[in-house]
């Protein structure tokens, strides 16, 4: 994230929007995967106390499919700005 932030730019062409984008939807990744993976261990901590280990893998589908679909929603090609990426035809 912090690459992200201060350094380098990775992508020389990337609009600066398009950058932007980028950086808060990691953030909001980082920020919800957090939050699932602590409400997956209290999860996970409550079924053991309560002697009902056997719903563990029920609950872990049901935790990578969440993360896949906080993961996946980020990425969406029609918000991209491809224009940076065309040639200048002007250009000779």
Do not use: C, W
């Amino acid at each position: 994230m912090e690459v992200s932030l201060n350094g380098k730019k990775l992508n020389p062409h990337q609009a600066y929007e398009d950058r932007v984008r980028q950086i808060r939807a990691v953030a909001k990744i980082l920020t919800l995967t957090s939050i699932a993976a602590t409400l997956f261990g209290a999860l996970s901590i409550s079924l053991s106390a309560f002697e009902v280990r056997h719903l563990l893998p029920i609950f872990m589908s049901m935790y990578f499919q969440l993360l896949a679909v906080i993961g996946l929603q980020a990425y969406r090609i029609d918000r991209i700005n491809f224009e940076v990426y065309k040639e200048d035809s002007l250009v000779t």
